[in-house]
C-alpha cells in the first residue's frame, strides 16, 4: 500500500470517444460476464470481493457504482451490505444496463439498487450524495479521467470514499513477461472470436491498459481530483490496483 503525489497522466493515442466506447459494450455486452470470468480464470471475483472489504459498506449507506456495466461490483456492494444499503450503478450503455438490472432483479435485489443511464463525464446527480462512490474496470473508459474523478469526487459525501478498480501492469519478473504475452496475443484473439464486434473490442484493452495511468500516476490523479489520503493497494501481482482515496470533510 502506496500513498503518493500528483504526478501529470500521458496523453492518449487510444480512441475512447463516447461513440466508439459506448458501441463497443453494446456489441458485447451478452458475452461480457462470460468472457470477463473466462478470460481472467474468474479472478476478476475475487478482485470486487477485496474492493467490497478493502471498502467496506454499512447499512443504511448511499453507494454510486460508476460505469457499472452489467452490475457486478454493485451486486457484490448489495451482498457485502445485506441488502440494507441504497445503492446506484450507473453507466451509459444501455445493453449493459439492461443485463445488470435482469442480473439485481434475479438475486432479489430491484428494491435496493437502481440502475440509471449517465455519463461518467456528466453525473446526473448532486453533490456530495455518497458515502461511497466506486468504479470497477472503467475509468480507464472515460473519455477525459480527470472529469471523471472530479465528478466522482463532487457526488461523493465530505469524509466518504472514492474506490477505484483497474487493470495494472505487474512489474515482478519472469510473471510480467508471462503475463504481457498473454495479455496482448492471446487474450485479444479468444475476446475477439468469442465476442465478435465491430470495434475490436479485445484489442481495445490492452491497448487502453497500456496507456491508462497507473500507480503513482492515477493516485496523483485522483488527489488532483479533491481527495486525499490517496492509497494504492496491488492485487494479484500486480494485474488489477484498488486505489482508495477520502474527500476531506467539512470544516464548517
Not at 53 to 73: N, S, Y
Not at 100 to 123: C, L, Q, Y
Not at 194 to 211: C, D, F, I, M, Q
Request: net charge neutral.
Amino acid at each position: 500500500m502506496t500513498t503518493t503525489a500528483e504526478i501529470p497522466a500521458p496523453a492518449p493515442t487510444v480512441d475512447k470517444s463516447a461513440s466508439r466506447v459506448r458501441q463497443m459494450f453494446g456489441e458485447i455486452a451478452g458475452r461480457y460476464d462470460f468472457l470477463n470470468h473466462l478470460l481472467s480464470l474468474n479472478i476478476d471475483r475475487y478482485w470486487r470481493w477485496r474492493t467490497v472489504r478493502m471498502v467496506p459498506p454499512e447499512p443504511g449507506m448511499k453507494i454510486l457504482d460508476m460505469c457499472t456495466g452489467t452490475g457486478d461490483l454493485a451486486l457484490a456492494y448489495n451482498k457485502a451490505a445485506s441488502g440494507e444499503a441504497e445503492i446506484v450503478g450507473a453507466d451509459f450503455c444501455h445493453e449493459m444496463l439492461a443485463i445488470g438490472h435482469d442480473k439485481g432483479r434475479k438475486v432479489g435485489a430491484e428494491s435496493t439498487i437502481t440502475f440509471v443511464e449517465a455519463d461518467a463525464m456528466r453525473i446526473p446527480l448532486g453533490d456530495d450524495q455518497f458515502d461511497i462512490v466506486c468504479v470497477a474496470f472503467g475509468l480507464r473508459n472515460v473519455a477525459d479521467t480527470d472529469t471523471g474523478l472530479r465528478e466522482m469526487t463532487r457526488v461523493c459525501k465530505p469524509g466518504g470514499k472514492v474506490a477505484v478498480l483497474e487493470f495494472s501492469t505487474p512489474q515482478w519478473q519472469p510473471f510480467k513477461s508471462i503475463y504481457g504475452w498473454y495479455f496482448r496475443n492471446v487474450l485479444p484473439k479468444i475476446g475477439q472470436l468469442l465476442a465478435r464486434n465491430t470495434k475490436s473490442a479485445y484489442n481495445y484493452l490492452p491497448e487502453s491498459v497500456g496507456e491508462f495511468a497507473q500507480g503513482e500516476q492515477l493516485a496523483g490523479m485522483m488527489q488532483a481530483a479533491g481527495l486525499t489520503d490517496v492509497r494504492h493497494t496491488a492485487l494479484t501481482l500486480g494485474v488489477a490496483t484498488l486505489y482508495v482515496g477520502e474527500k476531506q470533510a467539512s470544516t464548517n
